[in-house]
């Protein structure tokens, strides 16, 4: 596997974590001496563009945009002091999340129907940052260096295969797992408690209530028991067990009282979305929300209905659904954004734009109606107006490869053949693929009357390449 030994200290044992890109230790912190912060943030951003490269990323900007500002709803009320994140959303039905060094949070499709409500949720999320704030990744690297090299390797590439394929991934890890020392499971279970209890008082600065916690532990651990073949990976690189869950319950008691939330209509819609996308064929998907309307009418019942027949070419009957939504419901951004993703579906590209182009002015800068107007203009035959669109997201979102890589078609359809290079360089670099990087700045160079700019973007790019490349063959 390439990057290997990269990935022998970028992911230690069970969740690896991050906290900031400079060499200044934080007051109370004793484990920069082991490891720098920013070490720790090149180790984390090289890992990140191999997962890029390597795992399908979830293509649904509303799904993406709630989870984002979940992230960042938890990280304001977390212990973190560098609050330099990225999101990472897996197109995967497996439960699991996960944190690496440099800001990283991963998130797997499946997490969402994992939880039964917002509130576990979220429990999940503020975990994995107490994870990052903890800086467990440095404190486990001395032991890591000691005991388990090679294990570390194995279990790095096993969660990379559980990326793509949760069956295979699931039993890798429980292999390399199985195989440790019990010394080193108790190091581990140890920061699993302390991400427990900074993790439920980030829940708590946020207004969450702090026992959805230890319920999506228990339900884990129950799911456990019923199916020994399946566990998910969440499970196996974070061990759950009774006494574990009674110290969460213990520690939830004894935090300030937090109403159980009533799950928010976005997380309805986004859990919708989820379970149409997961669904084992759009014909089931269709047939199961077809009978939950005909029995109850309920929004998240219609909404179903919406999505699943945009899956099965049903588009009247789509808007039909969507209309008959209550108007608090219809009111909302992403039922509008879902009323465009008919028409794009549809091949209505006109209307698709003209909608977008009116939300884009209710709501201006926002990532999913850009997203989805850069889209519907491409559709359409518009580069240009969409290159527009697409350098707004990539200023505001500048590690979206998507929009990279949509970028990089616009300005092919524009006739601007040095810009699709120069895109194509910075989408290489964020996925890892340090090779096709050199590649297009060879045929950059190639092309005649280059602007002086051009000639110094290149020559930047060149160096970036290289330092990429070097990160990702970096030994600690």
């Given at each position: 596997m390439p990057f290997l030994?990269?990935?022998?200290?970028?992911?230690?044992?069970?969740?690896?974590?991050?906290?900031?890109?400079?060499?200044?230790?934080?007051?109370?912190?004793?484990?920069?001496?082991?490891?720098?912060?920013?070490?720790?943030?090149?180790?984390?951003?090289?890992?990140?563009?191999?997962?890029?490269?390597?795992?399908?990323?979830?293509?649904?900007?509303?799904?993406?945009?709630?989870?984002?500002?979940?992230?960042?709803?938890?990280?304001?009320?977390?212990?973190?002091?560098?609050?330099?994140?990225?999101?990472?959303?897996?197109?995967?039905?497996?439960?699991?999340?996960?944190?690496?060094?440099?800001?990283?949070?991963?998130?797997?499709?499946?997490?969402?129907?994992?939880?039964?409500?917002?509130?576990?949720?979220?429990?999940?999320?503020?975990?994995?940052?107490?994870?990052?704030?903890?800086?467990?990744?440095?404190?486990?690297?001395?032991?890591?260096?000691?005991?388990?090299?090679?294990?570390?390797?194995?279990?790095?590439?096993?969660?990379?295969?559980?990326?793509?394929?949760g069956q295979a991934g699931a039993a890798a890890i429980s292999t390399t797992i199985a195989s440790q020392q019990s010394a080193a499971l108790a190091f581990s279970r140890q920061n699993e408690q302390e991400a427990d209890r900074v993790g439920m008082q980030t829940l708590v600065n946020a207004g969450i209530d702090p026992e959805a916690m230890p319920r999506m532990f228990s339900r884990l651990l129950r799911s456990q028991r019923f199916d020994q073949n399946r566990l998910p990976e969440f499970l196996l690189t974070h061990p759950v067990s009774e006494s574990r869950?009674?110290?969460?319950?213990?520690?939830?008691?004894?935090?300030?009282?937090?109403?159980?939330?009533?799950?928010?209509?976005?997380?309805?819609?986004?859990?919708?979305?989820?379970?149409?996308?997961?669904?084992?064929?759009?014909?089931?998907?269709?047939?199961?929300?077809?009978?939950?309307?005909?029995?109850?009418?309920?929004?998240?019942?219609?909404?179903?209905?919406?999505?699943?027949?945009?899956?099965?070419?049903?588009?009247?009957?789509?808007?039909?659904?969507?209309?008959?939504?209550?108007?608090?419901?219809?009111?909302?951004?992403?039922?509008?954004?879902?009323?465009?993703?008919?028409?794009?579906?549809?091949?209505?590209?006109?209307?698709?734009?003209?909608?977008?182009?009116?939300?884009?002015?209710?709501y201006p800068y926002t990532y999913t109606v850009e997203k989805l107007l850069s889209k519907a203009l491409m559709a359409q035959g518009q580069p240009a107006q969409a290159i527009r669109v697409m350098n707004n997201i990539k200023r505001d979102y500048p590690k979206d490869v998507d929009n990279w890589y949509l970028l990089a078609e616009a300005y092919g359809q524009n006739n601007e053949r040095m810009n699709v290079h120069l895109t194509r360089i910075e989408y290489f670099l964020l996925t890892g693929q340090t090779d096709r990087a050199n590649q297009q700045i060879t045929f950059a160079r190639r092309e005649k009357n280059q602007s002086q700019y051009e000639i110094a973007r290149l020559d930047q790019l060149e160096q970036e390449t290289k330092a990429v490349r070097d990160a990702m063959k970096m030994d600690i």
């Amino acid at each position: 596997m390439p990057f290997l030994r990269l990935f022998i200290f970028s992911f230690l044992l069970l969740p690896v974590t991050s906290h900031a890109d400079n060499n200044l230790p934080i007051f109370g912190d004793t484990t920069s001496g082991i490891i720098s912060l920013s070490k720790e943030h090149e180790l984390g951003q090289a890992w990140a563009r191999s997962l890029r490269g390597s795992a399908k990323l979830l293509d649904d900007p509303i799904t993406y945009s709630y989870l984002n500002d979940l992230l960042w709803k938890l990280a304001s009320h977390s212990q973190l002091q560098d609050r330099r994140l990225d999101l990472i959303v897996l197109d995967n039905p497996t439960l699991n999340a996960f944190a690496v060094p440099g800001g990283i949070i991963g998130i797997h499709g499946g997490l969402i129907l994992s939880a039964d409500n917002e509130d576990e949720l979220a429990s999940v999320v503020a975990h994995e940052l107490a994870h990052l704030s903890q800086r467990h990744f440095a404190s486990q690297l001395e032991e890591a260096r000691r005991n388990r090299p090679f294990t570390l390797a194995a279990l790095l590439a096993s969660i990379l295969v559980a990326s793509a394929d949760g069956q295979a991934g699931a039993a890798a890890i429980s292999t390399t797992i199985a195989s440790q020392q019990s010394a080193a499971l108790a190091f581990s279970r140890q920061n699993e408690q302390e991400a427990d209890r900074v993790g439920m008082q980030t829940l708590v600065n946020a207004g969450i209530d702090p026992e959805a916690m230890p319920r999506m532990f228990s339900r884990l651990l129950r799911s456990q028991r019923f199916d020994q073949n399946r566990l998910p990976e969440f499970l196996l690189t974070h061990p759950v067990s009774e006494s574990r869950i009674a110290d969460a319950l213990n520690r939830s008691a004894q935090l300030p009282d937090q109403p159980a939330s009533k799950n928010s209509k976005e997380y309805e819609i986004i859990r919708t979305r989820m379970t149409v996308h997961f669904a084992k064929s759009p014909q089931d998907s269709y047939a199961f929300y077809r009978q939950a309307v005909d029995a109850s009418p309920t929004p998240t019942a219609l909404y179903g209905l919406a999505l699943s027949s945009i899956e099965t070419n049903r588009y009247q009957e789509a808007h039909q659904a969507l209309k008959q939504l209550p108007n608090d419901w219809q009111s909302m951004l992403y039922i509008k954004l879902t009323v465009a993703e008919i028409y794009l579906a549809e091949q209505n590209w006109q209307t698709a734009v003209e909608s977008l182009q009116a939300l884009n002015e209710l709501y201006p800068y926002t990532y999913t109606v850009e997203k989805l107007l850069s889209k519907a203009l491409m559709a359409q035959g518009q580069p240009a107006q969409a290159i527009r669109v697409m350098n707004n997201i990539k200023r505001d979102y500048p590690k979206d490869v998507d929009n990279w890589y949509l970028l990089a078609e616009a300005y092919g359809q524009n006739n601007e053949r040095m810009n699709v290079h120069l895109t194509r360089i910075e989408y290489f670099l964020l996925t890892g693929q340090t090779d096709r990087a050199n590649q297009q700045i060879t045929f950059a160079r190639r092309e005649k009357n280059q602007s002086q700019y051009e000639i110094a973007r290149l020559d930047q790019l060149e160096q970036e390449t290289k330092a990429v490349r070097d990160a990702m063959k970096m030994d600690i």
